[in-house]
């Protein structure tokens, strides 16, 4: 049971956490909670939506988007570089946040790009400990021999952690049209991954879900962390609860202390108080909204909606990165031996196959499991030249940009140089969308190219005092011109795929960018038109140092104040090639850590 308003309202708590049932946010809650001492109160803007199957079966993506009960409906806004288009960048909403919707896959970045966050200056923030916190939440199934055997997967060598809360599996049913993917991927040349999940994703590789093998469901952050802790009588949990602003007072020593939180509630406005901490946990799009409208962020933004400004802070909202996704598949043959969910586009087919879920059958025991993770140097000849160039503009406009960027900036193009995986194909039977829509009765086969390292950078800025009003989302996509250019050459490598066995042998051609797009004037117009977010978007509270437009410190605590900490993607200070969720966790898991020892001397 999640509480009621007379629970809260006017009531102190040690620790009030904004926004958040939210991955980051439940993790924290439930490792603060631990200590029967302290108490701790969690606000959601979104429902409960425990125990809901909608949620919880597998292979539903998508199905949350525009249902405001399971999803915020937040747009970009028009793309200048992209045919002033808009593009949708929906979240979680509810307990569990975006982990209550997302696509399932638990993937680790390269060891390198997490000890980057250290280099940037951020002691504390390296491999080892991401490998240390992140064993506390995973709680790794290893498939069993058979599967094993038939999809040569050697998870003995991966180092997954086994304790933790959160089920990380392979879906209950790994099919052969897994290992056509897989074989294609191999023959195209790409190295099998030796050690994916460990630091090393370069290659082709199997990528486990979030996904309990027993009950064949999503878990995360709500069963992992919330249910197993409700009966905890100092943890409070408020849903449609959506914070305004943090209170704060200048403190002794000239920083400010959080005193609570505004909230709204049934359309009334109303108070939380905190006794040692605040920490908002709202998701990279919604975070800095809130800590703008508690007046610590870019005078400019502030003065502009007529809210005080404590702190001047230039970096809130700012920095913000991308992976980008360009939507691509192709059609299987009518006579081939290779079955795809397409069939869940018939309304009997899919009550069929909700119904053998029950049962631990059917598509809803199914999961994204093929994976790429490759680098430019390996699929395109023109990446000498597109380094180069890029590198030269940084010579000569260097003092353009603003502080802490260049550094970002080289760290990247010490990537492209040396290697590293920053492109990825996330591939799988069934059509993911495109400009040529499915035909009925016909199966596809989809491999989108992913970009994991984007140059241009992005704002989400508050534009009234209105919490409930959302910020502008605006990702500059496309702003620097080595983005297109990367994209471009990565998804005419993807196209040449269905010219590889086996998946040649089994598809007619392309249905996604499809025949009809050959120029690259096309192609181009292809890929604004058919981009995506992959839902990782991160860093709009960098944690960096504060001349470099940091937003918060090593210790996650935002400039300026005593008390106030941001603890989810947002404080990423340099998006790192892999999905994101399992970050979000590590850094929850560390700021637990951080927060705890904070108290304790
Ligand atoms: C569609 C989709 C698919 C994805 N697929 C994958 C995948 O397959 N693998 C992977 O690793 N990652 C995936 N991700 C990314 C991953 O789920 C997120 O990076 C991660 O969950 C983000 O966690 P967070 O805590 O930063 O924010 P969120 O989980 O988004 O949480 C933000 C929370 O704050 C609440 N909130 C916002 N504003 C307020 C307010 N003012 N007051 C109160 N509450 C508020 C929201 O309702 C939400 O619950 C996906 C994400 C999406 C959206």
Redesign the pocket.
Known sequence: MTASLTEVADKSFDYVI????????LTLAARLSEDPDVTVLV????LANLNDPELLRPCS??V??GQPGY??PHMTTKQRHCMDLEYA???????????????????KPPTQEIDDIERLGNPGWNWANYQRFLSRTEGFVPPTETVKEQFGLNVDDWKLSINGPLKVSFPGSMSKENMVLHETFLNAGIPLAKHPLDGDPNGAMFGP??YDPITHTRSY?ATAFLLPNMGRSNLTVLVE????RVMSDMAENGQYTATGVE?IYASGSHIANANREVII???????P??LELSGFGKREVLEKISIPVKADLPGVGENVQEHLLVLMNFEVKDDADFNTPDELRDPLLATRHRELHVSGLGWHTTG?VNYAFLPLKAISSRADDIIASFRDKLQKNGWNYPPGLLEQYRIQLERLETGAPELEIISYPGISGGTNPPEPGKRYVTCNAAINSCFSRGTIHATSDN??EDPTFDPHYFEEEIDMEIVFEFVKFVRGLAHVTPLKDLVVGERNPGPDVQTDDELCEYIKTNLST?????SSCSMLPREKRGVVDSHLKVYSTNNLRV????ILPLHVS???????YA??EQAADIIKSNFQK
């Open positions: 904004c926004g958040e049932v939210t991955t980051a946010g606000l959601e803007a979104g993506y998508g949350h988007f999803t915020w960048w929906f979240r979680g909403k509810g307990l569990g946040g975006s982990s209550s919707i997302n696509f399932m896959g638990w993937g879900n979030n952050a609860a959506t914070v305004k909230f946990s709202s998701g990279a799009l919604k975070s909204q809130i994204i919490t409930e992959v839902w990782h978007t991160a603890v989810d993607l947002s892999a999905h994101t969720q399992a970050t979000v850094i929850a």
